[in-house]
């Protein structure tokens, strides 16, 4: 069990991993964010598997996404380094599955996962909709069959 603190994990076990083989390592890595990652180990690990920047990823990265709230934005920081139409949709259907934090009167709106969701949907489509759902699923329906990424 990989069970380390954070600088550890970085510092040793990712390193060892990757240099077993790249290729291999990332999929060792891939299996432990799935099996063992401990809370701090998490993020470390999703920005790895991002830094590789292997499209094969793509499908863990996505899948339970929302399961752990603290590994979250690290994942959808991931998607958004990726050029794929499907990440898009992906993005704007995962703004209703998350749920907005509640503001204190008088308070500033708290950041919530929303706001990185829109971060990286402008990332990927130079668009600019912020949080609102209903537009970013409106442009999509109309631009998403001619898309073209922004060079």
């Not at 790249?22 to 598997?49: F, R, Y």
């Not at 971060?119 to 609102?132: M, R």
Request: aromatic share 8%.
């Amino acid at each position: 069990m990989l069970y380390q603190s954070s600088v550890k994990i970085r510092e040793t076990v990712i390193p060892e991993l990757r240099r077993i083989e790249p290729e291999d390592g990332l999929w060792a890595l891939l299996k432990w964010l799935d099996d063992e990652a401990t809370q701090a180990g998490c993020n470390i690990g999703w920005e790895e598997v991002a830094r590789a920047n292997d499209i094969r990823t793509l499908p863990q990265i996505k899948d339970g996404i929302l399961n752990n709230s603290v590994c979250a934005v690290t994942r959808v920081k991931a998607i958004a380094q990726f050029q794929d139409k499907s990440n898009i949709s992906f993005l704007i259907d995962l703004f209703p599955r998350v749920g907005l934090p509640k503001a204190e009167p008088g308070r500033p709106e708290p950041r919530s996962l929303h706001d990185d969701i829109a971060a990286a949907l402008q990332k990927l489509t130079g668009q600019s909709f912020g949080k609102d759902h209903t537009r970013w699923k409106e442009w999509w329906k109309s631009a998403g069959p001619q898309f073209e990424f922004p060079k």
